[in-house]
């Protein structure tokens, strides 16, 4: 486990969680780290760890550690004949602060906000393939997304 700059975090949390099979139900509220998961590994001072026992398969893997955005790597597949190495790096949690308002620019007490990270896709073009095509439901440059309360 290591930062950006490739110094090593000790005392990180790494979570495990198999990915069932396709006539097992998968649980879809909760697929970020942590949650109702129980770490099933430490990472020590020098930032490595050693988890034992996990059945060859495919998995999603976690990683926490205080001061530092979670990560995540969905679709690890361990392979029963060699050793398997999952690296994380993580970066420092960011701030972020604002103000909730309606649509008369008034502040909203109580409103829910929640960021999700972003997703990068290759841009589609508009017709004349000059402009992208903003997806349904997202916020055109230059406005302001607006939260329900």
């Known amino acids: 486990m290591l930062d950006r ?11 495990v969680k198999v990915v069932p099979l396709p006539s097992e139900e998968m649980d879809t509220e909760d697929d970020g780290v942590g949650g109702d998961y129980k770490p099933l590994a430490i990472s020590g001072a020098d930032g490595n760890y050693s988890i034992g026992s996990l059945s060859p398969g495919k998995l999603t893997m976690g990683a926490q550690a205080d001061g530092y955005a979670d990560a995540v790597r ?17 970066a420092p949690e960011e701030r972020l602060q604002g103000t909730v308002v309606d649509e008369h620019a008034s502040p909203v007490a109580k409103a829910r906000v929640v960021a999700r990270a972003a997703r990068t896709r290759a841009p589609r073009s508009g017709a004349r393939g000059s402009n992208p095509i903003p997806k349904e439901g997202s916020p055109s440059p230059g406005s302001t997304a607006r939260a329900a309360s």
Request: aromatic share 8%; proline share 4%.
């Open 74 to 90: 969905p679709g690890i597949t361990l392979a029963r004949d060699k050793a398997n190495e999952v690296d994380f790096n993580v």
């Open 5 to 15: 700059d490739g110094h090593a975090i000790a005392n990180a949390k790494i979570y």
